[in-house]
C-alpha cells in the first residue's frame, strides 16, 4: 500500500503557472501515476499519466501543450506543471498509483489516491 499527499494548489490568474507535487509514501517505481481533477458537480476526470519509468505520458486534450507530468523515482515524488492556466482548470486535483498493466485513463483503474490539492483560477 502507498500513501500519496499532494501539495502545490492555490490561487493564480488565468494565463498563470502551477506546479503540483504528489509525494509518496514508498517507492513509486511500481506504479503508473495518474493526475485526476475533479471540479463541483462534475466526474473526476483524467489529466495526465506517466508510466512507471517515465517515458511514457498521457495528456487529456484538454491539457495538452499546457500541462507537464513528470517522476522523480529517487524522491518518491509525481510533479504536474500547469502553465496557460485558464478559469475552467479550477478543481480539486489528485494523484493517484495504478498497479496495472498499462497506462491507463480511467479512475476506477487507480488502486490509491491522495486527498486532493484545490487549484482556482481566477479571470
Known amino acids: 500500500q502507498v500513501q500519496l499527499v499532494e501539495s502545490g494548489g492555490g490561487l493564480v490568474q488565468a494565463g498563470g503557472s502551477l506546479r503540483l507535487s504528489c509525494a509518496a509514501s514508498?517507492?513509486?517505481?511500481?506504479?503508473?501515476m495518474g493526475w485526476f481533477r475533479q471540479a463541483p458537480g462534475k466526474e473526476r476526470e483524467f489529466v495526465a499519466g506517466?508510466?512507471?519509468?517515465?517515458?511514457?505520458?498521457l495528456y487529456a486534450d484538454a491539457v495538452k501543450g499546457r500541462f507537464t507530468i513528470s517522476r522523480d523515482n529517487p524522491k518518491k515524488t509525481v510533479y504536474l506543471q500547469m502553465n496557460s492556466l485558464k478559469p475552467e482548470d479550477a478543481a480539486v486535483y489528485y494523484c493517484?498509483?495504478?498497479?496495472?498493466?498499462?497506462?491507463?485513463?480511467?479512475?476506477?483503474?487507480?488502486?490509491?489516491w491522495g486527498q486532493g490539492t484545490q487549484v482556482t483560477v481566477s479571470s
Open positions: 493517484a498509483a495504478d498497479t496495472g498493466i498499462g497506462l491507463r485513463v480511467g479512475a476506477a483503474s487507480y488502486d490509491y
Open positions: 514508498r517507492r513509486t517505481l511500481s506504479y503508473h
Open positions: 506517466i508510466s512507471r519509468g517515465g517515458s511514457n505520458t
